[in-house]
């Protein structure tokens, strides 16, 4: 090639490249204008929770903590991990003296109220006010729970109360997301931004998102680019995701409206048991349907119908399982009790069981 084309067409690189160096922090700049913009939006509908619990209670030997409360653990109640572990948490104000927050972080079912050791629960403006909270409902199938604080929020300064959609309404797949709560300092505003990264989850009642979740943003609104509500941060399961790992859930806004609907006339359900097969499987090959069975639970319907170790699982009730999730999405979609179609490869032999779903242990 000719000297002065090679450099002429090596010039143009690098001023292509330039060009792109020079976009790069305008657009980090309008990102960030972006999340401050939505952060200030929804800062003014979201609260600090803080739960008081028994130390007498945590400090007994042996004892792991409070019942039902996540990552809650260790004897010394005033240790600096074990505090941040707790909380504080976030809350969404969806009426003059009503906020929504996760229910796990109540702890154990209890038709009056908090699980046994919680014995209080207070709530941080971000204008610094406080006030305490008592537990109106509690709706575990959504991981909701209603709170009630003596006083009148819309007369606060920088308060501002959430509304709710008017008919459903899912965000897309691989949307922009932001989750906004409170963090250790509860004047102080949490975000964090991610995608949304599957629908339907929780038998429909979900969507997960690869946002960042730790405590404190567990019952934190989550939005749009326009600072539109979509979600709030519940369902979140502290032993599978574990914090920060860019795994959650959050309940769609019109779900949360139903259970909040439920919760102000003062009512207390009970998460009914969740549906299980009872197997462990794996992705068998890259370009066709097929999960490899890799544990058998005892006593499960799996067990009991007959599936084993090493076999493939190939469709249930004629879905092809192209990979786990859609194992876990066609389970959730039932109740227990429900028997499914499974036709499984043992070999080269083809077969077909009918597995009767369990409640999950």
């Known amino acids: ?12 690189v690098l001023g292509f490249a330039s060009a792109l160096l020079a976009q790069e922090p305008v657009l980090h700049k309008e990102l960030e204008a972006q999340r401050i913009k939505v952060a200030k939006q929804l800062a003014k509908y979201t609260v600090s929770v803080e739960i008081d619990y028994d130390h ?35 809350g969404l104000i969806v009426g003059a003296n009503h906020i929504l927050i996760s229910d796990r972080i109540l702890g154990d079912f209890n038709t009056s109220g908090a699980g046994p050791g919680v014995e209080g629960i207070t709530i941080t403006l971000q204008n610094g006010d406080r006030f305490s909270a008592t537990v109106m409902g ?26 709710f959609p008017a008919d459903e309404f899912r965000p897309e797949r691989a949307q922009q997301v ?19 990264s599957a629908l339907d989850r929780e038998q429909k ?24 509500i979509l979600g709030m941060v519940t369902l979140h399961n502290h032993e599978t995701f574990g914090q920060s790992s860019g795994v959650s859930y959050a309940a769609y806004m019109h779900e949360v409206k ?3 609907g439920v919760m102000r006339e003062g009512k207390f359900l009970e998460r009914p048991k969740a549906p299980f097969m009872g197997i462990g499987a794996n992705k068998k090959w890259p370009d066709k ?33 192209n990979d786990v999730p859609d194992l876990i999405t066609h389970i959730q979609g039932h109740k227990v009790g429900d028997v499914l179609k499974v036709k499984f490869l043992r070999g080269e032999k083809e077969l077909e069981v009918s597995v009767t779903l369990g409640a999950r242990p």
């Open 1 to 12: 090639m000719n000297p002065t084309i090679k450099m002429t067409a090596l010039l143009l």
């Open 56 to 90: 007498a209670s945590l400090t007994k030997v042996g004892n792991p903590g409070i019942p039902g409360i996540p990552g809650m653990g260790g004897t010394d109640p005033d240790d600096p991990f074990t505090r941040y572990d707790i909380g504080p948490f976030s």
């Open 138 to 163: 509690r709706h575990q199938d959504i991981d909701l729970a209603l709170l009630k604080i003596e006083g009148d929020l819309s007369k606060q300064k920088d308060v501002a109360i959430a509304e």
């Open 178 to 196: 932001f989750v906004v709560g409170r963090g250790q300092n509860p004047l102080r505003v949490l975000i964090n931004d991610g995608i949304v």
């Open 205 to 228: 009642k979900a969507f997960q998102l690869d946002a960042r979740i730790s405590n404190a943003t567990l019952g934190a609104p989550v939005a749009d680019n326009e600072g539109r």
């Open 258 to 260: 139903r259970a909040y």
């Open 289 to 321: 349907p097929g999960l490899e069975v890799g544990n058998i639970i005892t006593g499960s319907g799996a067990e009991k119908a007959g599936i084993q170790v090493g076999d493939v699982l190939l469709q249930v009730d004629g879905v092809d399982m």
